[in-house]
């Protein structure tokens, strides 16, 4: 969830680095710190470090003068182990090394013990610490006895030793005085990607380096990197032999990790669904309705596919609402069986396992620590896998069996948004084409892919009405409670919804199948509640309609989304906006945006830090 970059050039370290910071903020932003190995007019080479709480400007504040150095590592922090102040924030120095890191050593009270014991004194309360003074302490008895060995050679011992004692999942970032113009790296399960350019740059997040560098190399999990300003070499953690790692080339454009005038980047990613949904798209759609879907890997998606016989999708979040909206497509046009699990719950569970049994993991980032081990127990089962993943050379797309990118592009605001209608669009593409391979001959199916071809302009005339919207948005802010409500495929939106306003406006909200209103929740209804409904024309309104007349009776107001010619909902809504009639495939990706925008509306109106909301950060990759 932290963000970590470090250079090593022949440049001015700092403005690198804070660019960097910048960047990868939307990851963590409690406090931020960096550090730089370089001449101090006093002491010589030492680390020059400062450390902020909040924001990255507020670290910039503190930079002003800073020392000219051409190596450094910097961090931008979201708390696990010690509350976010200066004296926490990283880097943190321990005698000759000075070190970053992301996710959590899961032993660190263990270690801290011991090291006390050995007369080790600390400063913080993080685990970050303690691998740092661990290293230290281990590449400080090497030294000792060394025997003629080089300082680089000893760092790498230190750092197997080290890797070996600290449990978890994490990776680390740091320089050690004694080897000057170099920057070290251990992968232990949380990303660590790297490119070379004019120096070398190492960070947890490809966005922080596009600008420097599309051929960027991927760490694997026990992976250490030794980067020189010329050089990249890597070596694994328990043997210290050399390995090869080839670089990827990552087409996503650096500009789109600009806000581009908008305000925010959750305004500028909701704006980019449709163009993201036609890119995801595109090569994929069929000649005809009888044709297959066009699949990275046609082979491997026949082979594994023709032999399931049953789905479990795992997700956290937003994707989880995808996953739940991909089983009505896979059961109504491929008939497969489907389970939806939150990847949380389906880890320490015991899963009955059936031959043919195939999990599907989605997720934005590829990195969410919950759905990668839900991955690798499905691996570890024996169970085929693959995955909806945003983001290129991430963890789960790379250990899964099967890909199917989608191609939103860098999300940065910490609300989801582009991405969920992009897992959407895969998953209507991929049941649809499941369908056809199994042979179901499902009327339902047909006229999929021309719903999928038109999906862009779709969203773009939904996107028309994106300052109604945001203006309804605003009108909720003297409520008390916001409920979403739908049925079918919107029960999944509803919760989606109610999901977007709670993490940008901190207002209560809930999600509810329309169904479900009696049986609970309009016990709350009053004239302090409102019921944002999802209705577009399908099988199901009626029933919708009718439980609106409820909490109608109850004097909560009602706001209607559906179509444009639907009087009956019209009339029983306080407002309303209508919608063109769409295909029933693509109604989810239509019906989420006006859920995003009312959030968007109300969080703005209330002055919230929309991009990045209090407690939260992008890409949780701590358990
Ligand atoms: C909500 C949101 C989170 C993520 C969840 C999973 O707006 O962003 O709920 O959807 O943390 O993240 P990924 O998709 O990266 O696995």
Redesign the pocket.
């Known amino acids: 969830m932290c963000g970590i970059i470090g250079y090593s050039g022949s440049g001015d370290a700092v403005p690198v680095l804070v660019n960097g910071l910048k960047r990868m903020e939307y990851r963590g932003y409690d406090s931020a710190g960096i550090a730089l190995l370089g001449k101090l007019p006093k002491s010589g080479l030492d680390f020059w470090v400062r450390r902020a709480e909040g924001r990255v400007t507020n670290l910039e504040s503190k930079l002003k003068d800073h020392l000219l150095a051409h190596q450094g590592i910097a961090h931008t922090r979201w708390a696990t182990h010690g509350a976010p102040t200066e004296i926490n924030a990283h880097p943190h120095c321990a005698g000759s090394v000075s070190l970053v890191h992301n996710g959590i050593i899961e032993n660190h009270a263990e270690i801290k013990d011991r090291l006390i014991a050995e007369g080790i004194s600390f400063q913080s309360q993080t685990d970050t610490e303690v691998f740092a003074q661990l290293l230290n302490y281990e590449f400080s008895r090497l030294l000792k006895s060394n025997k003629g060995e080089s300082p680089r050679q000893l760092v790498l011992k230190a750092l197997q030793v080290s890797g070996a004692q600290a449990l978890g999942h994490y990776s680390v970032l740091f320089m050690v005085k004694e080897c000057p113009g170099s920057l070290f790296a251990l992968h232990m399960g949380a990303p660590v990607v790297a490119c070379k350019a004019e120096g070398v740059f190492v960070a947890s997040d490809l966005q922080a380096l596009l600008e420097y560098g599309r051929d960027l190399f991927f760490l694997k999990p026990g992976q250490i990197l030794v980067a020189h300003p010329d050089s990249l070499e890597f070596f694994k953690a328990s043997d210290l032999s050399l390995e090869d790692v080839s670089s990827e080339r990552i087409e996503w454009a650096a500009e789109k990790v600009e806000k581009d005038g908008y305000e925010h980047f959750m305004l500028k990613e909701m704006f980019e669904q449709p163009l993201t949904v036609a890119e995801t798209l595109s090569g994929r759609l069929p000649q005809d309705e009888d044709s297959p879907f066009l699949w990275d890997n046609p082979i491997a998606h026949q082979e594994i596919w023709s032999k399931s016989k049953r789905v479990t999708l795992v997700?956290?979040?937003?994707?989880?609402h995808a996953a739940m909206i991909g089983k009505y497509y896979f059961e109504k046009m491929a008939r497969v069986p489907v389970d939806v699990e939150l990847?949380s719950e389906f880890r320490y569970r015991d899963p009955v396992i059936d031959q043919g049994h195939l999990i599907g993991v989605?997720?934005?980032?590829?990195?969410?620590a919950d759905?990668l081990a839900a991955l690798r127990m499905a691996r570890e089962l024996g169970l085929d896998t693959f995955s909806i993943?945003?983001?290129p050379g991430s963890t789960?797309a790379r250990e899964s069996q099967l890909s199917y990118p989608t191609k939103a592009g860098p999300e940065i605001g910490?609300?989801?948004?582009k991405?969920?209608t992009n897992?959407l669009t895969i998953l209507c593409a991929l049941a649809a084409d499941i369908g056809r391979l199994k042979g179901v001959d499902s009327a339902r199916r047909k006229g999929v892919a021309q719903a999928l071809a038109r999906l862009p302009q779709d969203l773009e005339r939904v996107l028309s009405f994106s300052d109604e919207f945001m203006e309804m948005g605003a009108g909720l802010s003297p409520l008390k409670t916001i409920l979403f409500i739908g049925r079918g495929m919107m029960y999944p939106i509803a919760l989606e919804g109610a999901?977007?306003l709670k993490?940008i406006t901190y207002r209560h909200a809930e999600g509810y199948a329309a169904g479900e209103l009696k049986h609970g929740p309009i016990a709350m209804v009053d004239e302090k509640l409102a019921a944002v409904v999802f209705g577009p024309d399908d099988d199901v309104l009626a029933k919708t309609l009718s439980n609106l007349e409820e909490v109608r009776a109850r004097n909560g107001k009602i706001i209607g989304i559906g179509s444009d010619d639907n009087s009956a909902f019209k009339k029983i809504s306080d407002e309303y906006i209508g919608l063109k009639s769409l295909h029933w495939s693509v109604a989810p990706m239509a019906y989420v945006i006006p859920a995003q925008f009312i959030s968007y509306g109300l969080a703005k109106h209330l002055g919230c830090d929309i991009d990045k909301p209090r407690n939260?950060a992008?890409?949780?990759t701590v358990e």
Request: glycine share 6%; aromatic share 6%.
């Open positions: 997700a956290c979040g937003t994707a989880y990847a989605i997720s934005q980032s590829g990195e969410t759905t993943c945003n983001v789960i910490v609300a989801s948004t991405a969920f897992q999901l977007k993490e939260l992008k890409s949780v």
